[in-house]
């Protein structure tokens, strides 16, 4: 079966989201954010449906959306930090796609996160206790899941062109002809 979608996976603040938009400018291929995803389709934010349905519900819309992005070609997909844990998501988007995964330190994605208020799992007084548990807990599993790990913490044109390296995908579009605020 032909593999040709990039998963970005990894833990909330790896740079899923930036990374995925600019990879599909350098490589010339679609990008869907697969939370947006879901918030358009619900027309809600996944805040929303966290507070309204509960997260089993939005993993159900999460593993749906897998499953309708697994069919197609050519994509640039970013995942949520939780797509990846759960075998059903692994099992229909490596299917079709290569899942990559952003390696970044808990340190790192713990300053990025420090002002963060619209990730459901975070909003809670031990944040950083929380966080530590989860890191430990997931790494392994996007480890597992993933197909190659990079490092996440560079900036995100970096990111793309090790990920283009690795996985031999022509850039249609030279990453240095972005400006340096647009990185
Ligand atoms: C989640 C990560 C979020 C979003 C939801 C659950 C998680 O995505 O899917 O809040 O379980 O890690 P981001 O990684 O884009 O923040």
Wanted: with cysteine; proline share 4%.
């Amino acid at each position: 079966m032909n593999k040709s979608n990039v998963i970005l996976c990894g833990f909330m603040g790896c740079g899923k989201s930036t990374v995925g938009k600019r990879l599909s400018k350098i490589t010339g291929r679609p990008f869907v954010d697969m939370d947006y995803y879901i918030e358009e389709k619900s027309n809600m934010t996944v805040k929303e449906i966290f507070e309204k349905y509960g997260e089993a519900y939005f993993r159900d819309l999460e593993y749906n959306t897998a499953v309708e992005l697994a069919q197609k070609d050519n994509m640039i997909i970013s995942a949520g930090g939780g797509t990846l844990l759960f075998e059903r998501n692994v099992q229909a988007l490596s299917q079709t796609g290569t899942i990559v995964l952003l390696n970044v330190s808990l340190s790192t994605l713990r300053y990025r996160l420090r002002n963060d208020t619209k990730r459901p799992l975070l909003q809670r007084p031990d944040k950083n206790k929380a966080m530590a548990e989860m890191y430990e807990q997931r790494m392994p599993l996007y480890t597992r899941a993933a197909d190659i790990t990079v490092r996440g913490a560079k900036p995100p044109v970096k990111v793309c062109m090790d990920i283009c390296k690795r996985l031999s995908i022509p850039m249609v579009k030279s990453p240095r002809t972005h400006t340096s605020a647009q990185l």
